[in-house]
């Protein structure tokens, strides 16, 4: 299958792709800077969508977006993250249009912020969306792809969790006071993580793509999400190491300003039900596992 992708650079495109090409399908990613692109040997990368008019993609894997956790949340900061999420769906839509053919499926990236903050609440894909900045973000992204689908294109949207793999990603900024002996709990830590294993992931989005009647929204976390003082907790036994020193919420705020309370001090229980019911398995369902297979790489 010739696929499209966008953030095929990032943390979950760079084991996206590999796993693609091993299943034997055409890659083209689609960047800012096709020539600094570093990129597995076989992978076309572009810099307009228009160039794939002579051969137009199968499948589009759509997951640009500016990392959330980089920097402080400025105005400014908050138009990029609408830009890379929105204007690039909105600009890519536009280019498909001219393309031959519409590609037979479209995966679009979201993130559980969809949600926004609910306390103890379970979540699931029928669940109502949230308030605040990361969930008006997330709907307009989801927005964005939905007239693909009155071409007959069929339509995923994976609502993505905290992904957990090396190197990078939330694991990445972790490890380093956890393994000092210094991590722990963020504020109260009652708050819920809803995390899934880069693998499962990369492992979802291939099940979207081969699944023929697999449309509408999907959350791409795993089946048990755990508390932030438990994930402190799970990690500082995996590394053997003391993780009871907590981060006060109000340091947390100093220090990164509004994003603390979307992103840290907060958070959803969410539940990858509509995979799990369509038959999707999670090789990593529990965290201690996950963490684990992780950090013996």
């Known amino acids: 299958m010739q696929i499209l992708i966008t953030g095929g650079t990032g943390f979950i495109g760079s084991a996206l792709l590999p796993a693609l090409l091993a299943q034997g399908h055409r890659l083209t990613v689609l960047t800012r800077n096709p020539a600094g692109a570093a990129l597995p040997a076989g992978v076309r990368a572009i810099a307009d969508a228009d160039d794939c008019a002579a051969e137009p993609p199968q499948a589009v894997i759509n997951l640009a977006g500016e990392n959330l956790g980089a920097g402080r949340w400025s105005d400014a900061r908050r138009q ?24 037979a499926v479209w995966i679009n990236g979201s993130a559980i912020g969809w949600y926004g903050a609910r306390g103890d609440q379970v979540l699931t894909e029928d669940s109502t969306p949230g308030s605040g900045f990361s969930a008006e973000l997330c709907a307009r992204w989801e927005a964005a792809a939905t007239p693909v689908a009155a071409r007959g294109t069929r339509l995923a949207v994976i609502r993505i969790g905290i992904v957990l793999g090396l190197p990078g990603g939330a694991l990445g900024q972790m490890l380093p006071p956890f393994r000092f002996g210094l991590g722990g709990p963020l504020g109260h830590g009652r708050q819920w993580m809803s995390w899934i294993h ?57 220090l990164v300003g509004p994003m603390a309370d979307e992103l840290l001090l907060s958070g959803q229980q969410v539940l990858p039900q509509r995979a799990m019911q369509a038959g999707f398995r999670h090789r990593y369902p529990t965290l201690e596992g996950a963490l684990r297979q992780i950090l013996a790489q």
């Not at 992931?201 to 697999?214: E, G, H, I």
């Not at 036994?237 to 003391?242: C, D, E, G, H, T």
């Open 198 to 254: 880069r693998d499962d992931l990369v492992a979802m989005m291939q099940w979207l793509l081969d699944t023929p009647d697999a449309g509408g929204a999907f959350n791409g976390t795993a089946p048990v999400p755990v508390r932030n003082v438990d994930f402190s907790r799970t990690l500082g036994r995996v590394l053997q190491r003391p993780a009871v020193l907590p981060m006060p919420a109000p340091a947390l705020r100093l």
């Open 80 to 103: 990029v993250f609408i830009d890379s999420r929105v204007g690039t769906t909105e600009r890519l839509l536009t280019a498909s249009a001219r393309w031959p053919r519409p590609p």
